[in-house]
């Protein structure tokens, strides 16, 4: 099988810590946060007391300042788990890298430590009713109040939604300016005029808080801005392809995971005198996946290392979270069909990994988007063969 070569010992061994606070923290309490469809703030507390949050950031806001790869680590074995109630992947890899990318000194020093000790919770308030993927279209609206900016709008099926304490928020500073007119703020929760919707009731990610949002006109400081004004959109831009990299690297894993959980229930279930693992449609089907989920991997940890190395680019991105997120989908069907009727009780993991599958080809940016941004790049990228006439088209020669 393919040997992974990103990891050194000191990821392996917080690798192990992860694990532990897993079974510790999470996994007792995991079936309970689905009914209640959120996880409790003093989870977060525990999180950040044992290094599991925003590692990445730098020591001097208490962070760990360590490299990427240990925010894979949690990623990867959070998605190992099957416990989706906790939404660190939002709160490490977005908020806290907006902030920590383009934050002014005084926002840094004032969210990134509590961010990392789970005192003050992030979210990303971009989506709305009728702007998902198309970003530009938003209509909160930030509107400039002397030293204040008044903002009113909504947000819709935002992740720690119930939860969080700091928002980067995308608004329109300008409405006639398009994606120019898109600016950003660091909204902080506490302040008048902030108003948190229901939560949603979801077909999956059911410990996983996700709400509506509401601004009735509220002001908040200038200094808040994230950025400049007018700039927002091109810093989300620069951000989409670690969010659509976090999500490969999530499937990639739930894909091995289910891999593994069907070839051990499989070895042992018997059906006409025999394992259903012993029959040849079983063997065919479990190996066609397992050798997909092979080359995703691959293609997610080589992109993994290009993104360290500051290469990984909007395209790659596109193309992992694609691939990715198709076989995510895949294989929690095809496996689940393997278990039989078992396979559809919610007390077993591949049901809730085949409800939680689906958000996977929506969230980040849809399927279509990703396939629009390859294919708008091979057209660009297309120089078409000139002729011994010059005409376009084949060269007989």
């Known amino acids: 099988m393919f040997k992974r070569e990103l990891f050194n010992e000191d990821h392996e061994a917080f690798r192990d810590t992860v694990r532990r606070f897993i079974e510790n923290e999470i996994a007792p309490h995991h079936a309970q946060w689905e009914n209640s469809g959120v996880v409790p703030r003093e989870l977060w507390l525990k999180a950040g007391a044992a290094g599991l949050l925003c590692c990445t950031v730098p020591e001097i806001y208490e962070g760990a300042g360590a490299d990427y790869l240990f925010d894979v680590v949690v990623f990867e074995e959070m998605a190992r788990s099957g416990f989706t109630g906790p939404g660190f992947m939002i709160h490490c890899d977005l908020v806290a890298t907006y902030i920590a990318s383009f934050g002014s000194e005084a926002q840094k020093r004032k969210w990134l430590p509590k961010m990392v000790r789970g005192e003050a919770i992030g979210s990303l308030g971009m989506t ?6 198309d970003l530009k279209a938003i209509r909160t609206k930030a509107v400039r109040d002397g030293d204040d900016f008044v903002i009113s709008g909504q947000k819709v099926f935002i992740s720690n939604g119930q939860l969080c304490d700091v928002i980067v928020l995308a608004t329109k500073t300008d409405s006639a300016a398009g994606a ?3 600016t950003l703020f660091l909204v902080d929760t506490s302040l008048p005029g902030f108003r948190r919707g229901k939560n949603l009731h979801k077909l999956g990610l059911k410990a996983q808080d996700t709400s509506e949002m509401f601004f009735d ?6 200094s808040a801005m994230l950025g400049e004004e007018g700039k927002g959109f091109e810093l989300m831009m620069t951000k989409l392809a670690q969010e659509r990299l976090a999500q490969a690297i999530r499937s990639a894993v739930v894909a091995e995971t289910v891999i593994g959980w069907t070839v051990e229930y499989t070895a042992n279930r018997k059906a006409f005198g025999k394992t259903i693992g012993d029959f040849q449609n079983t063997q065919f089907k479990l190996a066609e996946l397992q050798t997909e989920a092979t080359v995703g991997r691959v293609f997610t940890d080589q992109c993994i290392a290009k993104f360290i190395k500051g290469e990984l680019d909007a395209v790659d991105a596109a193309m992992a979270k694609m ?13 689940l069909q393997l278990f039989g009727g078992w396979g559809y009780m919610w007390e077993y993991p591949i049901a809730r990994a085949y409800a939680d599958a ?5 969230a980040g940016g849809s399927i279509e988007v990703m396939k629009h941004i390859i294919g708008r790049q091979m057209f660009a990228e297309y120089q078409p063969a000139k002729g011994a006439n010059g005409v376009a088209g084949i060269n007989p020669a």
């Open 217 to 222: 006109d509220m002001r908040i400081p200038a």
């Open 128 to 133: 709305e009713p009728h702007a998902g993927s």
């Open 323 to 335: 691939w990715l997120s198709n076989l995510h989908c895949k294989v929690v069907d095809e496996c």
């Open 180 to 182: 120019k007119g898109v």
């Open 358 to 362: 689906r958000i996977v080809k929506i």
